[in-house]
């Protein structure tokens, strides 16, 4: 899945631009120009993806954007642990599983979960790797406006 979701900028009453999802209603933020109220809705995709998945919740699926909203990804790092989570699930993997595979310890499968610890991406990528899966990098603006 690509986590680049659909974000619609309005301005409030004191000037600030105001991002908000239709995907991930959790995910509102502002800033003072365009560029980084996007910026900030970045991270808070990230933030609010990761409270699903605390909550056990699935990450939904970005819609197709509508005309006038930014396209928005969330960081790769983020983005590399959703897709991991979503390939131990597709292939009915635990975390001792992947760690059997990957000949690392439990903790540091646990670790790499996380959503919250600054892990290296090329452990998430060999992970992945055992798993079957990957990941395509694409180079592009940082934030589309969507046609």
């Known amino acids: 899945m690509r986590y680049v979701y659909p974000v619609a900028l309005a301005k409030d009453e004191d000037g600030e631009f105001v991002a908000t999802s239709r995907d991930v209603p959790e995910a509102l933020t502002s800033g003072t120009t365009k560029s980084e109220a996007l910026q900030a809705m970045s991270e808070a995709l990230g933030a609010a993806l ?11 699926a970005p819609s197709t954007p509508a005309h006038g909203e930014y396209l928005v990804p969330v960081a ?4 590399a642990k959703l897709a991991l ?12 599983e992947l760690a059997r595979r990957l000949n690392i310890s439990e903790g540091a499968v646990r670790r790499l979960l996380d959503m919250d610890h600054a892990s290296r991406i090329d452990g ?8 079957g899966a990957g990941l395509i990098i694409e180079d592009q603006r940082q934030m589309v406006v969507a046609a």
């Open 76 to 79: 790769a790092l983020v983005a």
């Open 50 to 60: 990761a409270g699903y998945v605390l909550e056990r919740q699935g990450i939904p």
């Open 124 to 131: 998430v990528i060999a992970a992945l790797s055992v798993l």
């Open 85 to 96: 989570r979503a390939a131990m699930r597709d292939e009915g993997a635990s975390d001792t």
